[in-house]
């Protein structure tokens, strides 16, 4: 006898681009996947330069109005001596207990980026280039509804199920033509 568990499966992930960099999709989550308006630390596949990009609410805010940030994200080192983490802090009912101060963001290397329109609104996409390596690496980080809708294993299997069902009903069919 077996027992069945959901575990959670993060959606930030990275992934290699043609300039050697790499293209990363970071959403507001722990890194087991919890969703969570403190995200968890995740490790780049490259080192970066340390600071801060700070999502603004719209294109007439004021940088130095923090009720106008909508994500914090944060590029540090995690002890590790060499800038490879990233953390997405997302804009919520106690964010001053976890939100950079304005001196902190305005003391270190920052960029202020307004909220981006790309895949439906979903995502802000930010663009850092490493002049040694000539490198891009493109972040696009899930400005949308939070917590991020994902259907649940269940309903993934079902969706599943059904589709091979079709798909052999469809087989047969065209075999009997």
């Not at 130095?64 to 919520?92: A, E, H, Y």
């Amino acid at each position: 006898m077996f027992t069945l568990t959901a575990q959670a499966t993060p959606l930030t992930h990275f992934l290699p681009n043609s300039t050697g960099g790499f293209d990363a999709f970071i959403f507001p989550e722990l890194t087991d996947g919890t969703p969570s308006l403190q995200g968890g630390i995740f490790t780049l596949p490259q080192t970066v330069n340390p600071g801060f990009v700070v999502i603004l609410n719209s294109a007439t805010a004021k940088e130095t109005d923090v009720s106008t940030w909508l994500d914090v994200i944060r590029f540090f080192d995690n002890g590790s001596g060499i800038v490879n983490s990233v953390q997405l802090l997302r804009s919520g009912p106690n964010e001053s207990s976890y939100f950079p101060s304005l001196k902190t963001i305005m003391n270190g290397s920052h960029a202020f980026v307004t909220v981006g329109t790309d895949s439906n609104g979903m995502f802000t996409t930010f663009t850092d280039y490493s002049v040694v390596a000539a490198q891009t690496r493109n972040y696009h980080f899930y400005t949308g509804a939070f917590p991020v809708a994902i259907p649940d294993q269940g309903s993934t299997f079902t969706l599943l199920s059904l589709t091979i069902a079709a798909l052999l009903g469809l087989a047969r069919k065209v075999q009997r033509a």
